[in-house]
């Protein structure tokens, strides 16, 4: 892989797409606390893997408007939101791009601004229960489509046997007659034609936006791509999925 620059990196928080109003992402990633065992007859010290955390702080620009990032790190009524949010982080995009998606509990929200400068915001999110997964974008940052559509097969070359993670976040969504839902179904397939669902989900009109993610188990095979159906007569979704193989 090449090297890389900043500018397509993006930010979806629970179904927001903040990537307009963030302009900073700093210590996207995890810890892994290592617990020592050693022991008398050991010349060296020997280690057990403990508890996983991690955090991510957000700079950005202050926007209170509806599904800006002022109005999500304050959304409820005014106070820090006090249950777990999905966040997803395209690294690309292109399809086939690294992403890092994870459950978070908001730790912070601060405002700071003055006279001849632009007023800004920092948020920053602490990991909850599970470490973050770093994965592949199926979707080109966000795809909008209006009927039934596959995406584009990601090549992993080879398939693996240890299931694996996804999460997808809907940003805008409609439906219109039918049953008025759309169906989210991440793909695989031993040979790029005949494929089969590992991992699905299904969100209405009436939901609205939002994420979610979730652990799969089994084998993942070496090719892989979303498949989302239109369960209605017409309608019009913006999505991005990513998955991780475990």
Do not use: C
């Not at 089994?218 to 990513?242: C, E, M, P, Q, W």
């Amino acid at each position: 892989m090449a090297k890389v620059s900043g500018l397509n990196v993006r930010l979806y928080v629970e179904g927001n797409d903040l990537s307009g109003d963030a302009n900073a992402l700093d210590g996207l990633g995890y810890t892994q606390e290592a617990y020592e065992t050693t022991t008398l007859s050991q010349s060296a010290a020997s280690r057990i893997a403990g508890r996983a955390d991690g955090t991510v702080g957000v700079s950005a620009f202050f926007d209170a408007a509806s599904t800006h990032i002022s109005a999500v790190a304050t959304a409820n009524s005014g106070k820090l939101p006090t249950s777990d949010q999905n966040v997803m982080v395209p690294l690309g995009s292109a399809v086939g791009s690294e992403s890092v998606t994870f459950v978070a509990r908001q730790a912070d929200y601060a405002v700071s601004g003055g006279v001849g400068s632009p007023v800004t915001v920092s948020v920053s999110y602490a990991i909850d229960a599970v470490a973050p997964a770093f994965g592949t974008m199926t979707t080109s940052h966000l795809d909008t489509i209006t009927s039934s559509t596959s995406g584009t097969a990601i090549d992993d070359s080879a398939s693996s046997s240890d299931g694996g993670s996804w999460g997808y976040q809907v940003t805008a969504l409609s439906a219109v007659g039918g049953n008025a839902r759309w169906h989210l179904n991440l793909q695989h397939s031993s040979d790029d034609s005949s494929y089969t669902d590992v991992a699905s989900a299904t969100v209405t009109a009436s939901d609205g936006t939002g994420a979610a993610s979730a652990d799969f188990t089994g084998t993942l095979n070496r090719y892989v791509k979303y498949r989302v159906v239109l369960d209605a007569s017409s309608g019009s979704i913006t999505f991005a999925i990513a998955y991780t193989r475990g």
